[in-house]
């Protein structure tokens, strides 16, 4: 099993947007696919047509006092399931640091916590925009980073905290993908990132997401945008972005 975060520290970027979509794709190649919705909001569960809900919330989930199959829920696509977000996520990183006090592992539960799901090939993780003990369980339990970058100055600045933070860890890092989202190229601010993004910074995607109202319809039709609207431009960036990220994965394409 592989495992796949969308995590930025910044929010409104199009983390859930990259997440929900690479599932699906994910499922479409073939491969038995989970995305777990960690975000509160439950931006994730709400475009799957799913009540954010997990009986016994977050401290029953992480502490494990259940099967955690219980909490799966099934989508409207086959081979993609949910395990969806709960207001009470609010308060998992309390949960997270009582769970593995004991053993001083604060930030490896949640990997402990995916070793229970070996049924699937590939799991999403969609990650509040946050640096806590949940994105620090996260960015241990991932094979592989997604980070979606806007074109601003500030939005630079964050992921290179991420990278800087990521390579403290001891042991087993993931690898870093970042992608430019949400871009317009007519605006020359844009264009400039889009270019300068990759001097001096390793694992940057030459994908670039691009911003067009079809993104934004996936609010409306509570669908990923390749199943809606597979000849939209951004469909086909999604598409190359997922053969990327299968690739550092690991995994081999199913089609």
Request: charged share 25%; with cysteine.
């Amino acid at each position: 099993m592989k495992v796949i975060a969308s995590y930025t520290i910044k929010g409104g970027v199009g983390k859930t947007t990259t997440a929900v979509n690479l599932a699906y794709l994910a499922a479409k190649d073939g491969y038995r696919t989970l995305l777990w919705d960690l975000d509160p909001q439950g931006a994730a569960t709400f475009l799957f047509k799913i009540k954010p809900y997990v009986k016994g919330g977050s401290e029953k989930l992480v502490r494990r006092k259940g099967s955690i199959d219980a909490a799966l829920k099934g989508t409207d696509f086959e081979g993609l399931d949910l395990l969806p977000a709960d207001f009470t996520y609010r308060n998992m990183d309390l949960d997270l640091a009582r769970a593995d006090h004991k053993q001083k592992q604060t930030t490896r539960a949640i990997a402990k916590l995916l070793n229970d799901l070996d049924d699937y090939d590939v799991v999403f993780l969609d990650t509040p925009p946050s640096l806590s003990l949940v994105s620090e369980n996260v960015l241990h339990a991932a094979d592989v980073v997604l980070v979606p970058v806007v074109p601003t100055v500030l939005a630079l600045r964050t992921f290179d905290q991420l990278t800087e933070f990521i390579d403290t860890f001891v042991g087993k890092k993931p690898k870093v993908r970042a992608f430019v989202s949400m871009a317009d190229r007519r605006k020359t601010l844009h264009r400039e990132i889009i270019e300068s993004l990759p001097v001096g910074r390793s694992g940057v995607s030459t994908t670039v997401i691009p911003a067009i109202a079809a993104i934004e319809r996936m609010s409306v039709r509570r669908e990923p945008l390749p199943y809606f609207a597979p000849n939209s431009p951004a469909a086909h960036a999604y598409g190359e972005l997922w053969s990327e990220c299968a690739k550092a994965a690991g995994l081999t394409r199913r089609a």
